[in-house]
């Protein structure tokens, strides 16, 4: 599932495997391995990409509606 959301970004923001990759600083054939998901991928590999793209992690709390960012996450001491 995670594969397909990075490839509907990387298009969404108009970029090659081989300009996202450089962005991220991983290989084109790793991010090619990430979206047909034959490799797993790490959260800040994800969050690293989905930042270049122009997309920020959420997470939501189903019953409360309560709502965390990462970076919400990275200013509190959990």
Do not use: W
Request: net charge positive; with cysteine; aromatic share 6%.
């Amino acid at each position: 599932m995670i594969g397909k959301i990075i490839k509907t970004l990387r298009h969404e923001a108009n970029l090659s495997q081989e300009e996202l990759s450089k962005k991220a600083f991983i290989g084109r054939s790793t991010l090619s391995d990430y979206e047909r998901m034959k490799t797993d991928i790490n959260f800040e590999t994800i969050e690293r990409i989905a930042n270049i793209c122009g997309y920020e992690i959420i997470f939501r709390n189903k019953k409360n509606q309560k709502i965390l960012t990462t970076k919400n996450i990275e200013r509190k001491e959990i």
